[in-house]
């Protein structure tokens, strides 16, 4: 039987205003480093080779302030107003022709480990056609593992729907995969999230 490739290329959100946090999330730092460069350590090192990032609000000042921009593909979501699933959409429009899935991350998840997206890149591909969300105490997560099977589905929607549409839809196709990773159901959207999960978090963890 002939060996074929998996690819599974990683989308990080990011195009909103952060009118909750009050600054481009993109911008900050979180233990020390950017929320960018962490999520893209983590990634790299459980083996995600591309990785799309999507921008839209004062998308041209953010990239210029970026030190990590070489590092990744970058894509500005003229519609970003329209809501995250229209940067989804713009993401999985550019993905590699060979990509066998995708990893949906969101930029204010700056704690990723790159244990939890490796135990997810596996179970992807092992589980190719299915959609795959990471669950910690019965409460799911990000990042979510989705497969090609979707993107037609995903780009052929209307940009004011959501993911939680497309999943309500494809129920039959979920796979909830256990993580020992607390913090996928975390996220943050205010100056106080940020402060709460520095003080919780342990970096050996990562």
Do not use: W
């Not at 999985?92 to 022709?97: D, E, G, R, S």
């Not at 060979?98 to 596996?122: A, E, H, K, M, Y």
């Not at 052929?156 to 939680?164: A, M, P, T, Y």
Request: aromatic share 4%; with cysteine.
């Amino acid at each position: 039987m002939q060996f074929i490739p998996v690819q599974i290329p990683a989308i990080i959100l990011a195009a909103g205003k952060s009118e909750r946090f009050g600054a481009p999330k993109v911008l900050q730092t979180f233990a020390g480093q950017p929320f960018l460069l962490r999520i893209v350590k983590s990634l790299r090192s459980a083996g995600i080779d591309t990785i799309l990032l999507i921008l839209g609000h004062n998308a041209e000042k953010i990239i210029s302030a970026l030190p990590e921009a070489g590092q990744i593909n970058i894509l500005m979501n003229k519609q970003y107003e329209m809501g995250q699933f229209s940067s989804l959409q713009l993401g999985i429009a550019n993905l590699p022709p060979d990509s066998s899935g995708c990893l949906l991350c969101l930029i204010d998840q700056p704690f990723l480990r790159s244990d939890t997206v490796g135990q997810l890149r596996q179970t992807g591909e092992n589980e190719r056609d299915k959609i795959i969300i990471p669950i910690h105490q019965n409460r799911g997560g990000h990042p979510v593992y989705l497969p090609r099977n979707l993107f037609e589905p995903i780009t052929g929607e209307s940009s004011s729907h959501s993911l939680r549409d497309v999943l309500q839809k494809n129920q039959n196709l979920i796979i909830r995969r256990k993580v020992a990773d607390p913090l996928i159901v975390e996220d943050i959207d205010t100056v106080a999230d940020l402060k709460r999960l520095a003080e919780r978090f342990n970096p050996n963890n990562s």
